[in-house]
């Protein structure tokens, strides 16, 4: 049976059908389905390119090909610093392909938004196994296979991304190589980093920005405002389904309402006074469902207890980058896919 789309809680706008991720064993159409003005005639849409891209410099060792699909003066972000150029990201991406040479990468998702005259914003939600045979920031070698999910939020404009944010579910990748959360987080505090990402709390009483009644935007700001922010933990139950499922950071699954609100909880313990900030939100109609994506970061200071355990020093600023893909079926959540790394905000509060 079809998901419904017809008893949405949002309006969606009319745009150009583009190129299926989810349960789609098919080949991709070879004609051009919007228009990509700049962008090499092979993509046939914006999520095409993006997950064409993506294989060929990742499984393909297409790795020079950045050259032709990064900016020269790209900007990237994490958790773990600034990267800038596109010399820099072909040399994290040899590191990378070294450090886990048996590595694959698959596509869970990818939603997007704009335009080929203002720029292209995808939000790709994917995953990958490989064998830790390396030593890694983390610790040492163990040899042992790891699942690993990430999410990578691009802009791009002629067939080049200059702006990404980047997060990877390194703390499931950590326990399940072995290795101790809490040393794995002091070794990558020890580090230097050349430029440090820096978010700021927001300021009290700042303008946000007013967003259309009905939209997928502000259908996704309610959701996050009203658990995250206010606490309405009780409330859950309005935007999930009863049997809804939840995948996140660390490896860690949950179904149900209790069990998504404890999780809810337990992510809250960590950072006490955290206040979510949304940072984009686009979306895909996809195989099944309709799927909303939204970057967001978690502002606030270190606690003990909750996902991040009890050992971190208190009251330490923190913050936790994530992505959120969210399928629907109806005026409901079904499934959601959210992707933070536990270590990189571990490791702020050990510094």
Request: charged residues 25%; glycine residues 8%; hydrophobic residues 40%.
């Amino acid at each position: 049976m079809q998901p419904s789309i017809t008893d949405l809680p949002f309006e969606l706008p009319d745009r150009p059908r583009v190129r299926r991720v989810r349960k789609c064993n098919t080949t991709p159409s070879r004609e051009r389905t919007q228009p990509m003005q700049g962008f090499e005639d092979r993509f046939t849409d914006i999520v095409d390119y993006i997950v064409r891209i993506t294989d060929e410099i990742w499984q393909d060792r297409a790795v020079g090909y950045i050259h032709d699909t990064y900016d020269a003066n790209c900007v990237i972000y994490s958790s773990y610093g600034v990267t800038r150029t596109a010399d820099a990201v072909v040399k994290s991406t040899i590191a990378g392909i070294v450090d886990a040479p048996d590595s694959d990468t698959n596509h869970l998702n990818v939603a997007w938004d704009g335009n080929e005259t203002d720029g292209f914003y995808t939000a790709h939600l994917g995953f990958g196994f490989a064998t830790n045979i390396a030593p890694t920031d983390y610790g040492d070698a163990t040899g042992r296979r790891y699942f690993l999910r990430f999410a990578a939020d691009c802009i791009s404009a002629a067939n080049k991304i200059h702006t990404e944010w980047l997060v990877r579910d390194n703390g499931a990748m950590v326990r399940q190589i072995g290795l101790d959360l809490d040393e794995a987080a002091q070794r990558v505090a020890e580090k230097d980093i050349d430029e440090p990402y820096i978010i700021m709390p927001p300021v009290p009483g700042a303008e946000q920005e007013e967003l259309k009644l009905s939209s997928v935007e502000s259908w996704a700001h309610e959701l996050f405002n009203v658990l995250w922010n206010e606490r309405r933990f009780d409330k859950v139950g309005k935007f999930y389904a009863p049997n809804a499922i939840v995948h996140s950071g660390g490896g860690r699954t949950v179904q149900g309402i209790p069990a998504i609100s404890n999780l809810q909880l337990s992510i809250l313990a960590s950072i006490p006074d955290g206040k979510m900030q949304i940072e984009n939100v686009c979306w895909s109609d996809e195989t099944d469902g309709i799927i909303v994506a939204v970057r967001w970061v978690l502002v606030g200071t270190s606690g003990r207890g909750g996902i991040l355990g009890h050992k971190l020093p208190v009251g330490r600023p923190v913050f936790m980058m994530g992505s959120s893909h969210l399928r629907l079926d109806g005026p409901r959540v079904v499934e959601e896919c959210t992707v933070f790394d536990e270590v990189a905000v571990m490791a702020m509060a050990y510094r």
